[in-house]
């Protein structure tokens, strides 16, 4: 089995519609796809609805947290949607992206980047706006080559110079509402020191404590002694350990099945699931 358990759509910040998405991920050989938008379950109706015959989907979100100043993301898979605590939240979290991507674009403005609030606002469309929109304005205009230069110090990365907060879980508050929700809860590309400060192991091994079930060990922002480390981490704190593509469509250069989860990790999480179940036609 080839197991893919985070990928994005146009629901937030990925280029392929959620139909397409489950389109291409057949076509590219997978057997279960996870579609893990940010903050946002708005894709998951259009994936069920397109999902090809053969293939399976996970549903899940990719919340948004931060935890002393640095920011981090918590995957749940298979909660409830409408859970109302985990609901309100999401939306709390997902309301704010607005404002908050109104102030960089202000920013950035003033930093001479020739970038409007209505382009940002037609490349997100009706996705859950964030700053993967605003640094694809950043490249029509013609001031960094790539998506990904986007996210340094000089431009919209944390703490970068037209970087603005928006309201976060606590990654603590994040696990607690993903499992009352009938959720798995995984830590996302934990050690992805290459989009800024990531937390301690400690940290790592308090969320354990806490309830985390798992880490996303493969993922193409940790290199081969990285995702070693977390794999060998994930067995001395009793997680599961995930691979994933985190793929994004054509806003990165990462491609569906670029990193995979081992079929009895993926069992363990349908089985722990409570709030969903995985999807198949």
Known sequence: MRIDLHTHSTASDGTDTPAELVAKAAAAGLDVVALTDHDTVAGH???IAALPTGLTLVTGTEFSCRLDGVGLHMLG????????ELARE???VRDDRVPRAHAMVGRLRELGVPITWERVLDIAADGSLGRPHIATAMVEAGVIDDVSEAFTAEWIADDGRAYVDKHELDPFTAVRLIKNAGGVAVFAHPRAVKRGQVVPESVIADLAAAGLDGIEADHMDH???TRARLHGLAHDLGLLATGSSDYHGDRKTCRLGDFTTAPDVYAEIAARGSGASPVTR
């Open 223 to 225: 290199d081969a002694t």
């Open 90 to 92: 999401r939306e709390l």
């Open 77 to 84: 898979y298979l909660f409830d949607p409408k859970e109302p």
């Open 45 to 47: 109706d259009e994936a």
